[in-house]
């Protein structure tokens, strides 16, 4: 039987696709360089069903962000029942060569794991494993590459500097057991960082995030995927304006 909460059930079981969006900060948070609590709303079809508050110390976030700990809860919008709980425990910058100390998060609903997330061992392009509770591998989760897996490859969702690749930045899902050697190489998923208007790119940190659903996923590895968008923020864009990877 499926894990996860009958809320997590009752929305994501046969959706295909859903949005996350940041909410932004204040006009006077974002001069001072404030570091509130990071939001998110949840979308299907345009329709909000969920939302979500970090829980985490104000000095980490001050201090070692995007790096800090922190706890999310994304909850049902009219009833508060929890969906998934994501717990993302301190660990060193996500970086080539590391040995140790990867980033990684869990996802559990209504007490029981739905599935973890690691970053690997990479070199060129970051790469993440999203495992099961049991820790199998699931998925292999990083951005579209070409020159046989060594670069990220910009341009597959149109051209990064003008046009409507513009501010995209995807990060794809694979079968754990597939090898990626190209841009179009097959994929059964996507999480793609959305661009947004040019006031909000250039002065605020709020992201927006395309979630696609592998076709035949369950609403654990759903909930993975869910996790991971957030996950990603966190890591990539939280400390970097929203606009750029920082690696």
């Known amino acids: 039987m499926d894990r996860g909460t009958d809320a997590l059930k009752s929305h994501i079981s046969s ?37 979500s508050i970090e829980d985490s110390d104000c000095c980490c976030r001050f201090w070692i962000s995007p790096n800090h700990p922190f706890t999310m809860e994304v909850k049902e ?33 209504g007490g029981q794991v739905l599935g973890t997330l690691k970053e690997d061992c990479w070199y060129c392009v970051p790469a993440f494993t999203s495992s099961d509770e049991a820790g199998n591998p699931v998925y292999k989760i990083h951005q579209p590459t070409c020159c046989c897996g060594i670069c990220v490859n910009c341009c597959t969702e149109g051209n990064p500097c003008c046009g409507r690749g513009c501010c995209k930045v995807p990060f794809r899902v694979y079968p754990a057991t ?16 959305q661009p947004k208007s040019l006031m ?8 927006a995030f395309e979630l696609i659903f592998p076709d035949g996923s369950t609403v654990a590895q759903k909930g993975v995927i869910l996790g991971t968008s957030i996950m990603l923020n966190a890591v990539f864009f939280e400390d970097t304006g929203g606009g750029t990877i920082s690696i």
């Open 15 to 51: 959706i295909s696709k859903m949005d996350v969006r940041q909410t932004r900060r204040g006009f006077c948070q974002e001069i001072l360089g404030c570091e509130a609590r990071t939001e998110f709303k949840y979308f299907i079809e345009g329709t909000q069903v969920a939302h």
């Open 77 to 109: 919008l009219n009833t508060d029942a929890e969906m998934i709980t994501i717990n993302r425990p301190c660990r060193c910058s996500i970086g080539c060569c590391k040995c140790c100390c990867y980033q990684e998060m869990t996802v559990n609903s």
């Open 178 to 193: 597939q090898s990626d050697t190209g841009g179009d190489a097959p994929y059964v998923g996507k999480i793609l960082k």
């Open 200 to 207: 909000t790119e250039a002065f605020t940190d709020a992201n």
